[in-house]
């Protein structure tokens, strides 16, 4: 079914359409209708309960532990620099968090039908055992090329959907998830900064620290994350495989969310840096830099969640995004001074929340329930090429100055945002609705 023709009304159209299926499915004749309407009853996500919460915990854990870790790249950037780096250029030391960040989506199709087949448990323990592993290497790690093989690629973990317990609070329950990765990134850089500082432990155990406590929480995580449905072996049509790039608004939402995410990361990945060398804060203070921006984000993820059910993910989505584009050029480029860098961190983080808050509901609202999974694989997928390009490509601008670069993440998160909302409007038909 091609959704770039419907008309969806409500808040939801990506419920509206798989419920139009499900009944369709089950009307066998005007006699069934009552039947009908009670196995749709018993088959819509329970919007709650003891074992919806429990994904939601463990789905909380993994996003502490995998964006969580993304959101502290800032200071891996600054202490390669400073200490066992500090002879390569910005650009050349920016692959390792970027090639992390893009294998944490690069193999988003993979894992999203993998996902559908079997379920979340097999691809948290396989990520958690790949996750602990790089880090434990990067612990050990002295050289360019061993930074690169062990945090760069093997500490690159899977996240879990939790959209089949949720439909009419599933913004509520995915902001709360995500919120994992605020809390991640408040303390993995103030833990790191403070355990690396510290001569009795250092780099290699602030690193093994951090995969003993990834490790403690993806047992969690695994003990409590499952599907609603039990998840049936299966192969997908070629036609299912396909049929994302056959649906033009679909694909103009997957070019918005890649524009967008040059513009959300750019300043994730060079705040520390530039507070500490254009507005010459003290190297503490500009590593802390990375903890205000997260903290921010807490509570910009969780009223992006809680407003998404009310006036529609997209528009929530796009409404905030579009602000972190404005906060970045009207914010970031006259912030050339402590104070101003601060506010800066506020309110960015507090607007850019948003992005990782929600950007998985909108495929996730727009396609067929058995295959969420492999859909949401393939915007992460579209994510990983500017994710694994924007550290090195910011670092080719910065050569030119830091006003450049402000201005590089500024209009892209200011063009992403037009570029979804115009998704928005072909999949609603109109410039307003709640979607």
Same mark, same amino acid.
């Given at each position: 079914?091609?959704?770039?023709?419907?008309?969806?009304?409500?808040?939801?159209?990506?419920?509206?359409?798989?419920?139009?299926?499900?009944?369709?499915?089950?009307?066998?004749?005007?006699?069934?209708?009552?039947?009908?309407?009670?196995?749709?009853?018993?088959?819509?996500?329970?919007?709650?309960?003891?074992?919806?919460?429990?994904?939601?915990?463990?789905?909380?854990?993994?996003?502490?532990?995998?964006m969580?870790?993304?959101?502290?790249?800032?200071?891996?950037?600054?202490?390669?620099?400073?200490?066992?780096?500090?002879?390569?250029?910005?650009?050349?030391?920016?692959?390792?968090?970027?090639?992390?960040?893009?294998?944490?989506?690069?193999?988003?199709?993979?894992?999203?039908?993998?996902?559908?087949?079997?379920?979340?448990?097999?691809?948290?323990?396989?990520?958690?055992?790949?996750?602990?592993?790089?880090?434990?290497?990067?612990?050990?790690?002295?050289?360019?090329?061993?930074?690169?093989?062990?945090?760069?690629?093997?500490?690159?973990?899977?996240?879990?959907?939790?959209?089949?317990?949720?439909?009419?609070?599933?913004?509520?329950?995915?902001?709360?998830?995500?919120?994992?990765?605020?809390?991640?990134?408040?303390?993995?850089?103030?833990?790191l900064t403070?355990?690396?500082?510290?001569?009795?432990?250092?780099?290699?155990?602030?690193?093994?620290?951090?995969?003993?406590?990834?490790?403690?929480?993806?047992?969690?995580?695994?003990?409590?994350?499952?599907?609603?449905?039990?998840?049936?072996?299966?192969?997908? /049509? =070629?036609?299912?495989?396909?049929? !994302?790039?056959?649906?033009?608004?679909?694909?103009?939402? +997957? %070019?918005? $969310?890649?524009?967008?995410?040059?513009?959300?990361?750019?300043?994730?990945?060079?705040?520390?840096?530039?507070?500490?060398?254009?507005?010459h804060?003290?190297?503490?203070?500009?590593?802390y830099?990375?903890?205000?921006?997260n903290?921010?984000?807490?509570?910009?993820?969780?009223?992006?969640?809680?407003?998404?059910?009310?006036?529609?993910?997209?528009?929530?989505?796009?409404?905030?995004?579009?602000?972190?584009?404005?906060?970045?050029?009207?914010?970031?480029?006259?912030?050339?001074?402590?104070?101003?860098?601060?506010?800066?961190?506020?309110?960015?983080?507090?607007?850019?929340?948003?992005?990782?808050?929600?950007f998985?509901?909108? /495929? =996730?609202?727009v396609?067929?329930? !058995?295959?969420?999974?492999?859909?949401?694989?393939?915007? +992460? %997928?579209? $994510?990983?090429?500017?994710?694994?390009?924007?550290?090195?490509?910011?670092?080719?601008?910065?050569?030119?100055?830091?006003?450049?670069?402000?201005?590089?993440?500024?209009?892209?998160?200011?063009?992403?945002?037009?570029?979804?909302?115009?998704?928005?409007?072909?999949?609603?038909?109109?410039?307003?609705a709640?979607f």
């Amino acid at each position: 079914m091609l959704f770039g023709k419907a008309e969806p009304a409500g808040s939801d159209a990506g419920d509206d359409f798989q419920r139009a299926a499900d009944e369709s499915q089950l009307s066998h004749g005007p006699g069934n209708k009552s039947d009908n309407e009670a196995q749709l009853e018993d088959d819509a996500p329970p919007d709650g309960g003891t074992a919806a919460w429990l994904v939601v915990l463990g789905g909380w854990c993994c996003s502490f532990n995998s964006m969580g870790w993304m959101n502290s790249v800032g200071v891996f950037q600054q202490y390669y620099e400073a200490v066992p780096l500090k002879g390569y250029d910005p650009s050349t030391i920016s692959w390792i968090p970027s090639l992390e960040i893009f294998f944490l989506f690069f193999l988003g199709p993979v894992v999203g039908i993998l996902f559908d087949k079997y379920g979340p448990r097999p691809l948290i323990i396989v990520g958690t055992f790949f996750h602990v592993f790089g880090l434990m290497m990067a612990s050990l790690a002295t050289t360019y090329y061993q930074f690169i093989l062990s945090q760069g690629i093997c500490s690159a973990i899977v996240l879990a959907c939790i959209s089949t317990w949720f439909s009419q609070r599933r913004g509520v329950a995915l902001g709360i998830m995500v919120t994992g990765s605020s809390v991640g990134g408040v303390i993995f850089p103030i833990m790191l900064t403070q355990l690396i500082q510290n001569e009795s432990t250092g780099y290699p155990w602030a690193i093994r620290i951090a995969a003993f406590l990834v490790l403690a929480l993806q047992i969690v995580a695994i003990l409590t994350v499952r599907p609603r449905n039990k998840p049936v072996p299966k192969k997908m /049509p =070629a036609g299912a495989l396909a049929a !994302p790039f056959k649906e033009f608004p679909f694909i103009m939402m +997957m %070019l918005g $969310i890649f524009v967008l995410t040059f513009g959300i990361f750019i300043p994730v990945n060079y705040l520390a840096l530039q507070g500490f060398r254009e507005a010459h804060m003290s190297v503490d203070m500009s590593l802390y830099l990375v903890s205000i921006f997260n903290a921010a984000s807490l509570f910009g993820r969780l009223g992006a969640g809680y407003w998404a059910d009310f006036a529609g993910r997209w528009n929530v989505f796009i409404i905030a995004c579009a602000l972190s584009g404005i906060a970045e050029l009207a914010l970031w480029i006259p912030a050339t001074y402590e104070s101003a860098v601060i506010g800066f961190a506020v309110m960015f983080g507090f607007t850019s929340g948003a992005f990782i808050g929600l950007f998985a509901a909108l /495929p =996730a609202s727009v396609s067929p329930e !058995p295959e969420i999974g492999y859909r949401m694989g393939v915007v +992460m %997928l579209f $994510i990983s090429i500017p994710a694994l390009t924007m550290g090195p490509i910011g670092g080719q601008i910065l050569q030119s100055g830091w006003l450049n670069v402000k201005i590089f993440g500024g209009v892209m998160s200011l063009a992403g945002s037009a570029i979804v909302l115009y998704a928005r409007v072909l999949y609603t038909k109109k410039f307003w609705a709640a979607f």
